[in-house]
Nanobody
Framework: QVQLVESGGGLVQPGGSLRLSCLFS????????MSWYRQVPGKERELVAA????????NYADSVKGRFTISRDNAKSTVFLQMNSLKPEDTAVYYC???????????WGQGTQVTVAS
């Protein structure tokens, strides 16, 4: 079955950068739209960025536009989230999500904590 494993989270100072990775396995990666979400305690999970299976369409939440970049490497079955100019309000657990482009099926990773603090 599909498995997603996030990595790259941690503690960073405001203004710093982190690069999250999500390794996909169990199916054909190029047949999935990939997204990054984040969630803080007491709030709903929110979409941060999404990229279609070919990388042809990318969307970002307004709060991260110009600071975050989503990308994918279909040969390595990995999606990335480059996060620059981090702010304390970016603190959250970040989750990777895979959605089939044909048929039904969506999958979540276990999440990785990002903490932005001085």
């Amino acid at each position: 079955q599909v498995q997603l494993v996030e990595s790259g989270g941690g503690l960073v100072q405001p203004g710093g950068s982190l690069r999250l990775s999500c390794l996909f396995s169990g199916a054909t990666f190029s047949m999935f739209t990939m997204s990054w979400y984040r969630q803080v305690p007491g709030k709903e999970r929110e979409l941060v960025a999404a990229i279609t299976n070919t990388g042809g369409t990318i969307n970002y939440a307004d709060s991260v536009k110009g600071r975050f970049t989503i990308s994918r490497d279909n040969a390595k079955s990995t999606v990335f989230l480059q996060m620059n100019s981090l702010k304390p309000e970016d603190t959250a657990v970040y989750y990777c999500k895979a959605v089939r482009t044909i048929g039904r099926g969506s999958y979540w990773g276990q999440g990785t904590q990002v903490t932005v603090a001085s």
